[in-house]
């Protein structure tokens, strides 16, 4: 089990008045290999959930434990949580080296990889990120916010983690790049067999990407499930501020028109698969 999540608590500004209850009482297993969407409202406890699997913070109560370190450990959480690469929601503010190769070798040289090992790697988190080799003696701060973007996914894609936990990663790029570094995700995820956790605002890329899906609400699991079983939640979705795919939006006003499009459609592949079959079969 990749990661482990047990009775986990969060409370920001414990306390003073400004106290938070981030997370309560969390529990949550993530197989290996596994492609895990989170999903839910602003302040619901999505990116405090992601902080603690990446152990950069200690758990208050419970604990996280990844590939068999647990976290609630000191020790055993600096050395777990390398095995996690991290991209942070602007993950261009970590950025700090003089040049951008330097920045994307950060992470492979504290793994102890020998100088062509480095170079192999940044090559590879370039490459992931669309980050062209021309700019690799450029200084990050000269780049813009887009191209921060990727120097950072390229030097967390540099580590080649085994486990991929990411928060909004495509927050600020262009429709196009979204759909690139998306694409290369699913490529790495597929390829690599590592297991990737993704908090994700829309829910198109939820239902397109996740395996599984939880919801989270004011710190806690709402829902957790299939795409095809969460979505299924539209009423309860709706109700946390939350929507549902396009093409779960338009199966539902087809059905509500009168079509007979069955029940647990979520993806436009689904839709038009069901709409085929009716055609097929002389509904239409
Ligand atoms: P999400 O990622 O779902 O938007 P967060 O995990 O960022 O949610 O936040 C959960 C709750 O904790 C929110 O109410 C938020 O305001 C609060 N919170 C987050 N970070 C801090 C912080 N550094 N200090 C105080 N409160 C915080």
């Known amino acids: 089990m990749p990661i482990e999540v047990k009775r986990l608590c969060h409370t920001y500004l414990a306390g003073t008045a400004g106290e938070k209850a981030a997370l309560k009482d969390i529990e949550l297993n993530i197989e290996k290999g596994e492609f895990f969407g989170i999903i839910g409202h602003t302040g619901s406890g999505k990116s405090t959930l992601l902080q603690h699997m990446g152990g950069i913070m200690p758990p208050e109560a419970g604990t996280v434990i990844v590939d068999g370190y647990d976290f609630a450990d000191k020790k055993q959480r600096i050395e777990g949580r ?96 979204c759909r690139e570094i998306l694409a290369n995700i699913a490529e790495y995820h597929r390829s690599t067999g590592s297991t990737v956790v993704l908090v994700t605002h829309d829910m198109d890329v939820a239902a397109e990407n996740a395996e599984r899906l939880i919801v989270m609400r004011r710190g806690k699991i709402a829902l957790d499930g299939a795409p095809e079983e969460i979505f299924t939640h539209a009423a309860e979705l709706r109700e946390m501020g939350l929507g549902i795919p396009g093409a779960a939006a338009l199966a539902e006003e087809l059905r509500a028109r009168g079509a007979a499009v069955p029940q647990g459609i979520y993806t436009p592949h689904d839709l038009a698969a069901a709409l085929l079959a009716r055609k097929e079969g002389g509904a239409c």
């Open 82 to 177: 390398k095995k996690v690469g991290l991209v942070f929601q602007y993950p261009e503010y970590q950025l700090f080296e003089e040049t951008v190769y330097r920045d994307i070798a950060f992470g492979p040289k504290n793994m102890g990889l020998n100088e062509q090992e480095v170079d192999e790697h940044v090559r590879f988190g370039a490459k992931f990120a669309g980050v062209d080799e021309s700019l690799f003696e450029a200084s990050p701060l000269d780049l813009s916010g887009g191209q921060k973007r990727r120097i950072a996914i390229a030097g967390v894609m540099a580590m080649k983690p085994e486990v991929l936990v990411l928060d909004e990663p495509m927050a600020g790029l262009d429709p196009a790049g």
